[in-house]
């Protein structure tokens, strides 16, 4: 069995904190975050009473569910394409089947939209494949360490990444550092370091993982004119100025921790309180055992059940008449708790930044809970936000793969002037017919003319003679098959 070293630290605190926030995000987007519930709840209770309450509940993730629900930009593929002259040079790579099919970019771009909204950064990596295809590989900021200069704050000029590496010879598993610097354009770097536990950046490995010299003259990502730059994309959730911003939408994490806390809290008093407790008052109690022992949990308990019974034998301390009752159920209504329960859910999905009227009941049952089932308005309103900022670093993405593959793979391939299209939500069958009757009444009115009714009607029409010629078809079919 390998022995997994421990991830190294980043130079400074600001980085290592953010990395660790990213971190734990990261691992609730990605379902590995049962230790840090436990963290939680261990911090919040006392150990005896989070002994008693039993294996945890991971059902309820708000924060996820949040940024699944806001992730519908590329819930249909994008088009790309590219000025009329340079549309034949760039077939192989943008056409049907192309280089970019091929690499499953776009096919990758959903889950990376959904960590974006919840990372609030991700990165991309350009490549070349061991198959000499383009390859874009994702990577999560807590793995990352990067500066900008002072002028130019949200385009890195250093970056390295964190990544575990073996020795083939020893096994031996060992953490590096795939460092970029154009710090100094003139003299461009690209290298790999081991990296120590402290985060120092030790033995140079370039010539065993990358296979001889990597900088200077040898840089290999460099455009057409020769211009060096970072085979790296950076996408954000939001514009502000700064190239990490991982604490937005914290308090969502934090109550995301708290609704499973209240859910796990609430499988216990369902398995374990929702059922009358007897007493008794000067007998003893047969069949107690020790829980837990040489923990702080440690505790006398007898386990109970709606079938079980409690044997007694006489106290002979006592001189009083034994006493047997019955107290109520700990948990005599289970439905209000949920509704509490499930209301504070509602309230974490609406700081996201989801219409409460997306945030719907699964059932109509009122005690049923709630689930974020966001309304196509909705998800239109959901791509309209995210459209502008993901543009960018998409039209970044595929120009970048273009210089990269003419730099390595020595094709021709236009290296700017890409443009991309996202495929709007369809409109549901009830809006579709509110925007026919919409437009009828404001035609009737005499508030909007046939052709820019036609540009509503018929999205795909691009200019003002194809909306024309639309028009004049669809009346000399009505004249011939009236």
């Known amino acids: 069995m390998l022995t997994m070293p421990a991830k190294p630290i980043f130079p400074d605190k600001t980085s290592n904190d953010r990395s660790e926030t990213t971190a734990r995000r990261r691992r609730l987007l990605e379902g590995n975050w049962a230790s840090d519930l436990e963290d939680f709840i261990t911090d919040s209770v006392a150990l005896d009473r989070r002994a008693i309450w039993g294996a945890l509940d991971t059902s309820s993730n708000v924060f996820k569910q949040g940024c699944e629900a806001l992730a519908v930009l590329y819930s249909r593929k994008p088009s790309v394409g590219i000025e009329r002259e340079n549309a034949e040079a760039a077939r192989d790579f943008i056409g049907p089947q192309g280089a970019l099919d091929k690499s499953h ?11 974006t909204i919840g990372l609030r950064e991700m990165l991309m990596r350009i490549d070349i494949s061991d198959s000499n295809q383009i390859m874009f590989r994702p990577v999560t900021p807590d ?6 200069p002072a002028g130019d704050p949200m ?12 020795n083939d010879s020893t096994g031996e598993m060992f953490w590096t550092a795939d460092c970029f610097d154009l710090r100094d354009m003139q003299n461009p770097k690209y290298a790999v370091h081991h990296v120590e536990a402290d985060g120092i950046l030790g033995e140079e490995m370039t010539d065993m993982f990358l296979g001889g010299n990597m900088s200077g003259a040898n840089y290999p990502y460099r455009d057409s004119k020769g211009e060096p730059f970072l085979p790296w994309v950076f996408y954000h959730a939001a514009i502000d100025g700064q190239l990490f911003s991982p604490y937005e939408l914290s308090e969502v994490v934090a109550g995301s921790m708290v609704a499973s806390t209240y ?7 369902m398995f374990d309180t929702s059922f009358p407790q007897r007493y ?33 034998t006489a106290d002979p301390d006592s001189t009083t008449q034994p006493l047997i009752g019955q107290f109520q159920a700990g948990m005599s209504d289970p439905a ?9 859910e509602r309230r974490l999905a609406t700081q996201m930044g989801i219409d ?57 391939y236009p290296e700017t002037g890409y443009v991309i299209q996202y495929e709007s939500i369809e409109l549901s069958e009830m809006e579709q017919k509110s925007q026919r009757e919409n437009i009828i009444a404001l035609l009737d009115k005499g508030l909007l003319s046939p052709v820019d009714a036609m540009f509503k009607l018929y999205p795909d029409l691009a200019t003002e003679e194809e909306a024309i010629q639309k028009l004049r078809t669809i009346r000399q079919q009505k004249i011939e098959f009236a």
Do not use: W
Request: overall charge positive.
């Open 143 to 148: 793995m990352v360490f990067a500066t900008a």
């Open 263 to 269: 859910y796990t809290y609430f499988k216990h008093l």
């Open 356 to 412: 409460p009227a997306s945030v719907q009941k699964v059932s109509s049952d009122p005690r049923s809970g709630y689930s974020i089932a966001m309304s196509k308005e909705s998800m239109r309103e959901a791509q309209e936000r995210y459209e502008p900022v993901f543009r960018v670093s998409d039209i970044e993405a595929i120009e970048k793969a273009a210089m990269i593959s003419n730099a390595i793979l020595k094709t021709s």
């Open 280 to 312: 008794v008052a000067s007998l003893q109690l047969a069949g107690l055992n020790t829980m837990d022992t040489n923990l702080a949990s440690q505790r006398m308990t007898v386990s109970t059940d709606p079938s079980s019974i409690l044997c007694f």
């Open 336 to 344: 209000t708790m949920l509704g509490a329960i499930t209301t504070y």
């Open 105 to 115: 970019y776009f096919e990758m771009m959903a889950s990376i939209q959904m960590k």
């Open 155 to 166: 385009k890195p000029n250093y970056l390295y990444e964190l990544r575990l590496r073996k």
